[in-house]
């Protein structure tokens, strides 16, 4: 560490050295002693740059010592110092271009945004930033952190807010025909109204998004996401044999292009897709597999537990399941929806399994036989019985259900509808040839 034991008088004397011994110093042992190499990266972005034949030189250190300031914040917690950071480094962006200046302040929004909990912080970050972009009228990097805004603002559930500026973004971007930013808007959009339960609109966004994503060279990890979004809403839509292929596909390109993270939601959700398809014994080859074997960890363990439970057909087991696993099953949005239709669908089961040799039991007898609360199991039952999924009723007086035999099927409608389908194309035929005789 010569270099960070030197002198002010020597620093001053040897700027070169300072920058460029210190630097190697400091990016050593930045993740052993993060707050020495901090000092020496503030040092370096601060230290102005007066050598015109060593400014290019100096002008890359000092985007790199940024990159690493902005790791170490969000690394140690101090994002507060990220806000103040974005504030010194402005005047250096006046020596750089516009490209690079945006790549530094999304590589530090995306540093923070790897702390949970920092939402609130990267949105008030982002507003600031779009201010300043205003001012300098950069617009080039003032649409990609209204894209981020949009996309933070919909991670907070403020959907009307996300609309709003992803609309504007939109309209705008159009104008100046830039695809990829128009692609990673429309994503977010399609996410939106996903979240707002508007499937069709969030289809018809994630379309654009892929016919936009066609017209030029679309990076693995985008066309990961267009999959990801596209999967989603596949299974939404109940198709859940196409949302494995749509899942398989994201995660192909999320494990390629490093992002472990999602490469394991996207896993998750390859797994989600067999559970729902009634294919759970799939589940354990996935498991046991390459891809399986390495993302092993608790989201992955947690779809296992739930496939054992879906295989036994246990309502205990499985609401065991979700109780250990709250974290990675309750708090994902899209898992959670799928798998409360998947309890439904299982309590139901288990229901008339249960009701089979019953033509009258009482309802608290049923509860305490399936072991859920009286009022639940109530609740159920007449929601079975006005689908017509149960033929029965509930005597709210004694606290009954009352079974009723399956009606047999009368067929006389259903034949009568095709006699007279029959004679109706009888009487077609029969007015074709009186008129063709009455032509001639």
């Known amino acids: 560490m010569s270099g960070v034991a030197m002198s002010d008088q020597a620093v001053s004397s040897r700027s070169e050295y300072f920058t460029t011994e210190a630097y190697d110093d400091a990016v050593e042992i930045m993740d052993i002693k993060p707050a020495e190499a901090a000092k020496v990266f503030v040092s370096i972005v601060q230290e102005a740059v007066t050598d015109t034949d060593e400014a290019a030189k100096k002008s890359k250190m000092k985007e790199e010592a940024i990159y690493h300031l902005g790791h170490i914040y969000a690394k140690t917690g101090e994002i507060a110092k990220v806000s103040q950071l974005m504030v010194d480094i402005r005047p250096f962006f006046k020596e750089i271009s516009k490209p690079r200046s945006a790549k530094i302040v999304r590589t ?125 809403i596949a299974a939404a839509e109940k198709d859940f044999k196409t949302a494995f292929s749509y899942f398989y596909e994201a995660y192909e390109g999320f494990s390629t292009g490093g992002r472990d993270a999602q490469a394991v939601q996207a896993l998750k959700y390859m797994l989600l897709s067999k559970i729902m398809s009634n294919q759970a014994s799939d589940v354990y080859n996935i498991v046991h597999s390459k891809a399986g074997v390495r993302y092993a960890g608790v989201e992955i363990e947690a779809m296992r537990a739930v496939a054992n439970a879906y295989k036994q057909r246990s309502i205990r087991v499985f609401e065991q399941v979700l109780a250990e696993h709250k974290a990675q099953l309750q708090d994902d949005a899209i898992v959670a929806t799928h798998l409360t239709a998947l309890f439904d669908s299982l309590l139901e089961q288990n229901l008339k399994r249960l009701l089979e040799p019953f033509v009258r039991v009482q309802i608290a007898h049923v509860a305490e036989l399936i072991r859920l609360p009286r009022a639940d199991v109530e609740a159920k039952l007449s929601q079975m019985i006005l689908d017509q999924k149960l033929r029965g009723i509930l005597d709210q007086g004694s606290g009954d259900l009352i079974l009723f035999d399956e009606a047999a099927k009368d067929d006389s409608y259903d034949t009568a509808i095709k006699v007279v389908g029959a004679l109706d194309s009888v009487v077609d035929r029969l007015y074709a040839k009186t008129h063709k005789l009455a032509s001639s």
Do not use: H
């Open 108 to 232: 530090l929004i995306d540093d923070i945004a790897k702390t949970p909990g920092t939402e609130e912080f990267l949105a008030q970050l982002c507003l600031d930033s779009i201010a300043w972009c205003v001012e300098e009228k950069r617009s080039f990097l003032r649409q990609r952190l209204e894209a981020r805004l949009a996309a933070l603002y919909c991670t907070m559930k403020k959907y009307k807010e996300s609309l709003a500026v992803i609309r504007k973004l939109v309209r705008e971007v159009k104008k100046f025909d830039d695809k990829p930013l128009m692609v990673e808007a429309e994503l977010v959009e399609s996410d939106v109204y996903f979240m707002l339960q508007n499937i069709p609109k969030s289809k018809g966004a994630l379309t654009t998004a892929r016919s936009n994503a066609n017209g030029f060279y679309c990076p693995p990890l985008v066309q990961a996401q267009i999959d990801q979004q596209a999967g989603i």
